[in-house]
């Protein structure tokens, strides 16, 4: 679990860290120890997890105080103790992760904790590759739903599929003799007509793609009428501001970018304790 990451933010530091840290290298028999603040309040943190096996790669020893998913105001979430070189070559990219994890987990905690009914927040495929998961992994400590997490998870058909294809019935077709039973199809739709054509040849996810919320509202009412088992998920153009007009008890899922991609990133510092 987390290997293709772990060994990711390894390779990132080896090369950051180049030949050596100048500033460093006389510390490199050194032992230390080193707390971790977050200096922020009203913060979902996550990340934590990711950080310990981080560390065990360069030996370095780590208690947390906390879980991913805990709400917390300014504190010391854990302390670590090791190398002292190995930990400073680490420091900023250890944060970096804390921060972001933790950017994302509570923008979704505050955004899905406002949200009543049984409508569920998801994230997109709207991450930084190679640390996708991760950010999926910190919507999960905030309360949302991760989407899918890789192209195979599931069969979704988006615009350019259509068009490749020839059009709706083609590419469902086209794409069922590959379904497992264990896999669902989501296409992404522009119109009403479209979402009843895509229904009525039995996909299990129609995606109401930069409808209006009013629209949204309509046609996801209209569906769950006729097709009361299928998935109704809206995307496109919603954002913290207008998300809220899209809850309603026909709406399942509303799927958005920006809780990966705009999110203020969350203080942490790492203080050493020992100078011995």
């Known amino acids: 679990m987390f290997d293709y990451e772990i060994k990711l933010l390894k390779e990132w530091i080896e090369k950051d860290n180049n030949f050596f840290d100048i500033a460093s290298y006389e510390l490199r028999n050194k032992e230390t120890t080193a707390e971790i603040l977050l200096k922020n309040s009203n913060v979902v943190v996550s990340g934590m997890e990711i950080i310990e096996r981080l560390l065990n790669e360069f030996n370095i020893e780590s208690e947390f105080y906390y879980n991913d998913g805990d ?15 190995n930990i400073l070559i680490v420091e900023r990219t250890m944060l970096n992760v804390l921060s972001l994890m933790s950017a994302i987990s509570t923008k979704t905690y505050n955004l899905v904790s406002k949200i009543s009914g049984k409508t569920k927040l998801a994230a997109t495929r709207k991450v930084f590759p190679g640390l996708g998961n991760l950010e999926k992994l910190a919507v999960i400590h905030g309360g949302g739903n991760t989407h899918r997490w890789n ?23 086209a794409v069922k003799s590959y379904k497992s039973f264990t896999k669902k199809i989501e296409i992404e739709v522009e119109n009403e007509k479209d979402a009843f054509l895509a229904a009525k040849n039995n996909v299990d996810i129609i995606m109401l793609d930069n409808f209006s919320s009013e629209n949204a509202r309509k046609t996801a009412k209209k569906l769950k009428e006729k097709y009361p088992h299928i998935i109704v998920e809206v995307s496109g153009g919603i954002n913290e501001e207008n998300y809220l007009n899209y809850v309603d008890d026909n709406i399942d899922i509303i799927s958005m970018g920006k809780l990966t991609t705009e999110v203020k990133y969350i203080d942490f510092s790492l203080e050493i304790k020992s100078d011995n």
């Not at 105001?73 to 854990?78: A, C, K, N």
């Open 71 to 85: 709400k917390l105001d300014e504190t010391i979430i854990g302390k670590i103790k090791g190398n002292a070189y």
């Open 151 to 173: 192209l195979s998870e599931s069969i979704m058909i988006k615009d350019n599929h259509i068009a490749l294809y020839g059009g709706i019935e083609n590419a469902i077709n």
